[in-house]
Structure formats: structure tokens, C-alpha cells
């Protein structure tokens, strides 16, 4: 006789599991079994039914139920900065503009991003972390990398923690070199200096005394040539001493990384290497632009990339440095997407993009692979391998639960190729983040989203008006 059904918390039934797991398993008829923060089971329906009898029963009808998504780069305070901060390019307002904020010819030269960071307040960081943590959350998104530029990481933190994300913070705008990226001068609390920096790195690493922090901390430097030898090789230091993350921005653009190559006498990554910051827990942000030997450096470091291949095309880098990521993931390279600020496009875009840039390269990456790299290479990039990323029996429960009864969901004849490249994010339905249920039916369940959104707008209004921007599009409104 079988053993009699042990408790647990919560089952999810009649569920196309999606494991993403080392042998990639999928559970056509499957179930998962949670108690607590953690998945219990995850198995063939008729096996994890019979073994656990639950307060809590969900019928997935038939849906996808796959890992939560990682957001491996996002600048939350910059998430109301989409159709202020314009996308054209010929637009001085994206770029560097004397146009607003009271600034006349005789001022300096400031980029409207830099005006954006220094009007922002506390409260202003709150207000754009909840927003930034809802619309990830809609988009089967269960944990975020703040990009380390929030001046009070502790806002953000409170946000996630009542939005119910998983999420993680540093030190905020952590650089001491000035030349190579213009903001590295502009930020008025956040002056290049390396003193200031050393006294404030691994700020953020106390959260990490509590292993079941929903917030972490990891170390963060700005990077794209901001930061000089001594603080590269300080927060390396300080990320494995704590046993995190170690990231910043690296070769970006063709301009940032000519000037570290300048620098260093060779190309950047290479110099990186030899300086022994590139490793297993190192993660570099972009790296749009890679030569041969630095994709060589990349591949045997054991280091992780977070890539926006929506700004590999913004920028026009195909023409420039091609696309790299097809061959690096080949090699065994985790590498993961990082939505960066907000411009024209949301979380769970960038998935589809890389298949696409991908593809114009001559290259190809499957649906499975790019479902692999938005899960278990993000868990990875953001050092959070052995919590999350997959489902697997002991893992945290943050997982998603797709709808099954869209238009978009038929055939099912490829479940994973119609969710990644068809439905993107249109069909999550329920997500779950270390065990309870933050949005359901599409719905999040610990905040007010009218709220969240009203706040998210008004603060915005006052950001254009500030600055001096004009958005509102090119057609006339008439009233
Ligand atoms: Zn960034």
C-alpha cells in the first residue's frame, strides 16, 4: 500500500510543467507541490497528487506552468522615463540638450538623463520601484536586478517587498573616472571619487544575513569606463568575500569601449581578464561590442552576460560589432536579458528581439534557448542559481502560470515556441514568488494597480515639467 498523501500548501494540477531543469524535462500531464517559500514536487500529475494532499488546490487548465522570468538589468528610477525622454534620435532631448531646466546657452551641457537622476527623491524612487515591480509582475517576471542606480536602495526595497517580488540591490552609483562616460561627472550626490566609493561598497550586503530576504544585496559598479583599476578590483574583492554578484555596464557602445581600450592599451575584456575581475560570479552588462579575443576572455572566465538587444538595434550596432550572443550561449556562456531603461519596449520584449537580431545575423536561437536564457542564465547573472531559475523539487516557488483558453494559444502543438516568440507575455495568468500568489488572473494581488499607476503618472508629470521636456507625440490634441 502507498504511503498516505502528506500535506503541502498549494498544488498546481492539469498543468503543461515547463521545468527547465538540467535535463530539461517537460511534465505534459504535471503538477507542483509547494509548502512554504519552496516547491515540494514537481512530477507527472498522477504521481504528485497521489503523494500530497493540499490546503490549496490550482487547476491550471491545461496551461503552460514554467520558472518566474529574471530581470538580469533594469533602472527603475528611469521606468516613467518612456515618451518623456524622447526615442528619436535626432531629438536633443535624448541625448545631451540645453533645452529645459532653466538652463541657458552659457550652461553647462547637461544630458537629460543626468537632469532626471538629480531631481529624483526618495519618494520618487518608491513610486517608480512599485510601478517597475507591478508591470514585471504582469509580465511573469519574479525577480529583478536593480541596476545600481537608486540613491536610496531602501525605497526599492520596500517596494518590491509590498509588491511581493524577489529583487536585488546595490550600492548606488559606485565610479571614480571621469573622460569616457559624460554622466560620470553630472550626478550632483554621486561624485566620482574613489573614497566615496570604498567606504560605500557592500552597503547593501547585510540584507543578506537573513537567508530568506526577499531583497538581497550584491556589489555594483557603473563601469563603461567609470571606474579605474583600484574599484574594479575593490568590488570583485568585496563580491566573493560575500559570495554574490559582481556587475557593471561593459562595452556598450563602440565610443565607451574605444576609451577603455584607450586606457588600458588593449581591448577591455582582455585587460579585465588579466586583472582577475572576470569570473563565475562576475556579470558584465551589454557587451554589445566584442572582438575576437574578448569572446575567447568571456567564454573561459565562467563569467555571465546581460544583454538588451532592443538597444543593440536602437543604436544601430549590427553595422558595427556583430552579434555575438548566439555564440557565446553555444559555448556555454549563461547569458540573460536586462530590459536597462525604459524606451520602447517592456519586460518580456527582449526575448523576441534576440531571436529576431539573431536571425538577421545569420545565426539562430531557439524558443528553448531563449526560455533558458530569460530563467535559469538569469537566476545565474544575478547569482541566484541555487534558489531559483528552475523548477525543481527544494527551489523557491516563483513560478508562472499561463492561460490555456487564448486565441494565441492554439495550436499548442509547440507550447514552448508559442509562448516565447508568439504570446511573449500576453498569456500569464497567475504568478507565484516564493510560494504565494501575487497575481492571479492577470491581477495583482497586494496592490492597487489604478494606485500604483496614478501615483506612477502624476510623479512622471512633474518629472517633465522639472526638466523641461516636452513630451506628448507629434499629432495635435484637440480639446
Ligand atoms: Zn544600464
Known sequence: MADAPKPCDILIRNAYVVTVDDDRRIFPAGAVAITGRRIVAVGPEREVAAAFRAARVIDARGGVVHPGFVEGHYHASLHMSRGAIGDDPDNPALGHSRAGGGHGEDEPDIATYSK????????????ASLATA?????????????????F???????????????ALVADPWLWDHTGIDQMAGEIARAPADTERCLAALGG?????????????????????????????????????????????HQNFLTEDTAGDDARFGRHALCHLAELGVLGPNTTLVHMNVLRDDEVAAVASSGMSLVWHPGNYMFYALGKKAPARMHDLHARGVP????TDAAKAWTFGDLPAIAYLVTREAGHYLSAEKVLEMVTRDGARAVGLQAEIGSLETGKRADLVIRAADRTDTAPFLDPVHEMMLVQRTHSVDTV???????????????????????QARAWARRMVERIGLAPGGRWPLVT
Open 134 to 150: 507591478a508591470e514585471l509582475l504582469r509580465n511573469g517576471y519574479t525577480c529583478f536586478m536593480e541596476a545600481g542606480t537608486v
Open 335 to 338: 547569458v540573460t536579458f536586462g
Open 152 to 166: 536610496e536602495p531602501d525605497a526599492t526595497a520596500a517596494a518590491c517587498a509590498a509588491a511581493g517580488i524577489r
Open 116 to 127: 532626471w537622476f538629480n531631481l529624483i527623491d526618495e519618494e520618487d524612487e518608491y513610486t
Open 432 to 454: 507565484l514568488v516564493d510560494g504565494r500568489i501575487v497575481l492571479r488572473g492577470g491581477r495583482l494581488t497586494r496592490l492597487d494597480e489604478a494606485v500604483v499607476q496614478d
Open 204 to 248: 547593501q550586503l547585510g540584507r543578506n544575513a537573513d537567508p530568506d530576504a526577499l531583497v538581497r544585496g550584491y556589489v555594483c559598479l557603473y563601469g563603461c569606463g567609470t571606474g579605474s583599476e583600484e574599484l574594479i578590483k575593490a568590488g570583485k574583492a568585496k563580491a566573493d568575500e560575500a559570495g554574490v554578484a559582481f556587475v557593471q
